[in-house]
């Protein structure tokens, strides 16, 4: 049995790490951190748990986590960093799904986040948890950077197309939609229902931090430098990412179609839908699967790629558990056979 720990175990992100790993047969929760609510039992802050987590809140103690074989970080940027190294020492497996180790170029990360690194010693050895690409060198690490939300439904969307070098890789446009969830459970106004109910916009358009993990990742894929416009949005719902992705063929006619049937055929959580789908985010909420389609509007150079997934499942903790499954040697899907939820 795989004792975990998870810190940060009262925000949306940790809840479903909580969620998804009670029903995992091979995993013990065993430690479940949070300042605020220390000596609190789980289940009495989140009574959905009742009957499944036995547990209480704890402070995000190194010795304490250290009787773990994996300790989760589903924290704010900053907090993984100034405990792994103390926690790779003591022989625990980190899976951090915050921002702290996903960028190679530390002073690139220090720009877009706005601190000093704490560890940056260790950012060489983090292996960038997008299973789908980064399977074999996941399954021997010891610390994964779990991608953002953006940056999985957004690569995923582009890897077939970018790894065959069919497109213009300097004029791709990735106009992303999230629901409110991806902003955190902190109490803030922009994220209000009554702020963002009947209501659409996009943000930072000048610059989101994700976009250097989504270039970095791309670039891995392109053999080269990539351009690309991201323009994120706030959608009112709680759950969901849309990727719109647009690119322009260098040349044709190729069966695009086809292209992403064969890169993701052995892919459990991703699905590839009948040509001319249109998927909706409500067909992977509560699910592990990023579902893709593939249009080419009017047969013409222009590839549009509809990428959706669960901001809080496929974008962060499904995600997590499917790396650490690798890093256990367990099989992929293993805890993760979640049909969606409808209505």
């Known amino acids: 049995m795989i004792r975990a720990g998870i810190v940060g175990g009262t925000g949306y992100t940790g809840v479903e790490l909580l969620r ?5 047969s091979e995993v013990d929760v065993a430690v479940v951190t949070s300042r605020s609510d220390e000596g609190l039992r789980v289940d009495a802050l989140y009574p959905s748990l009742r009957g ?3 547990a209480l ?19 704010p940027n900053g907090t993984a960093m100034q405990m792994a190294e103390q926690l790779l020492a003591r022989g625990v497996k980190v899976i951090d799904l915050s921002a702290d180790f996903r960028i190679k170029n530390v002073k ?7 601190m000093r690194h704490a560890s940056p010693g260790l950012i060489a050895e983090a292996v960038y948890g997008l299973p789908e690409v980064n399977r074999v060198a996941i399954k021997t690490a010891r610390l994964v950077a779990c991608p953002g939300c953006y940056p999985t439904a957004v690569q995923l969307g582009f890897l077939p197309l970018v790894e065959q070098g069919l497109i213009d890789e300097e004029t791709l446009i990735a106009d992303v939609k999230s629901g409110v969830s991806g902003a955190g459970r902190k109490a803030e106004l922009a994220t209000l229902m009554s702020e963002t109910g009947e209501s659409f916009k996009a943000y930072a358009v000048g610059g989101h931090r994700h976009l250097p993990e989504i270039r970095q990742g791309l670039e891995i894929a392109a053999g080269k430098s990539v351009g690309l416009t991201f323009v994120p949005h706030l959608t009112p719902m709680i759950r969901g990412i849309h990727a719109t992705l647009y690119s322009q063929l260098k040349a044709g006619p190729h069966d695009i179609q086809s292209l992403y049937e064969k890169r993701y055929s052995e892919e459990y959580f991703v699905d590839v839908l009948p040509s001319g789908a249109h998927p909706d985010t409500r067909n992977v909420r509560g ?3 990023c579902q893709i389609a593939v249009h080419q509007p009017q047969g013409g150079q222009t590839i549009v790629i509809l990428s959706v997934i669960d901001n809080l499942v496929k974008g962060a903790a499904g995600q997590a558990i499917q790396n650490m499954n690798l890093m256990f040697g367990l099989r992929e899907e293993h805890g993760l056979k979640i049909v969606a939820l409808y209505p």
């Open 20 to 24: 998804i790993l009670a029903s995992h």
């Open 52 to 54: 499944s987590i036995d």
């Open 57 to 75: 809140f704890s402070q995000p103690d190194v010795e304490t986590l250290a009787t773990c074989d994996v300790v989760f970080f589903a924290t």
């Open 108 to 114: 690139e990360w220090e720009k877009w986040y706005g």
């Open 287 to 289: 699910s592990n699967k």
